[in-house]
């Protein structure tokens, strides 16, 4: 079965570092989510890309977060420098509905990458 | 302003009985909405969707009733087992533009379902 794959599962780093997380989606999926979610509540999205462009990152705190997708297909998402705050589970999803399709949007979600920040 | 909200941050239930899993929502315009599933360590799972033109979506043992009125939707596990153990969370989304809106999740609800 098709699934979403994140690495690394689990980073620790110091405050101030730089970490990066990457994410395969799955194999035809258009539309890749990095999301954050904080312990206690529900994911919130970081940033949307339809195939190799941005389409939402309205919610990406750019001063120090960015993410790319280069060719349309895997991704990644840096944090440069890390801060204390920034401790959560970073998420990747896919779908195979794009901006153009509508209708159903079923997102598949990787096991996430646990970001601890000392 | 939370958008969607899981208002019961736990919920225990007896294995064999019904688990009734409830979401409210304050925006209009959500016209799509989907229940995941979590257990620890893992990504969410998707579990079931209902558009807004049904009232009720059924899936073996899990059922969505959706109530557009009261801007209310619930999701039904009947008969409740141990491995439906795990968070729970309602998510939404509205069409707009010619295409699907991103997600919005709640804060989850925690299932504990007791031999």
């Known amino acids: 079965e098709a699934e979403v794959a994140q690495s690394p599962r689990y980073k620790i780093t110091e405050k101030s570092q730089a970490v990066a997380f990457w994410c395969d989606p799955i194999s035809g999926h258009a539309t890749l989510y990095w999301y954050r979610q904080i312990l206690g509540q529900g994911p919130e999205l970081l940033v949307q890309?339809?195939?190799?462009?941005?389409?939402?990152d309205s919610q990406l705190p750019k001063d120090r977060f960015s993410a790319e997708r280069l060719k349309g297909v895997d991704s990644t998402l840096k944090i440069q420098p890390a801060e204390l705050g920034d401790s959560a589970m970073y998420l990747c999803?896919?779908?195979?509905?794009?901006?153009?399709?509508?209708?159903?949007?079923?997102?598949?979600f990787g096991p996430g990458t646990r970001l601890t920040v000392l | 302003d939370q958008q969607v909200k899981q208002n019961s941050p736990s919920l225990s239930v007896q294995e064999g009985r019904i688990s009734i899993l409830n979401c409210d929502y304050t925006?209009?315009?959500?016209?799509?909405f989907l229940w995941y599933k979590k257990y620890p360590a893992e990504g969410p799972t998707f579990l079931i969707s209902i558009s807004s033109i049904k009232d009720k979506n059924e899936d073996g043992r899990f059922t969505v009733f959706l109530n557009k009125s009261a801007k209310h939707l619930s999701l039904h596990i009947v008969p409740s087992q141990p491995g439906d153990s795990a968070v729970y969370f309602c998510?939404?989304?509205?069409?707009?533009?010619?295409?699907?809106?991103?997600?919005?999740f709640g804060k989850g609800t925690k299932l504990s379902v007791k031999p």
């Open positions: 890309f339809q195939d190799e462009s941005v389409v939402d």
């Open positions: 998510a939404a989304s509205s069409y707009y533009g010619g295409s699907q809106g991103n997600l919005i």
């Open positions: 925006n209009s315009m959500f016209d799509y």
């Open positions: 999803a896919s779908s195979l509905v794009g901006l153009a399709g509508g209708g159903d949007n079923e997102q598949f």
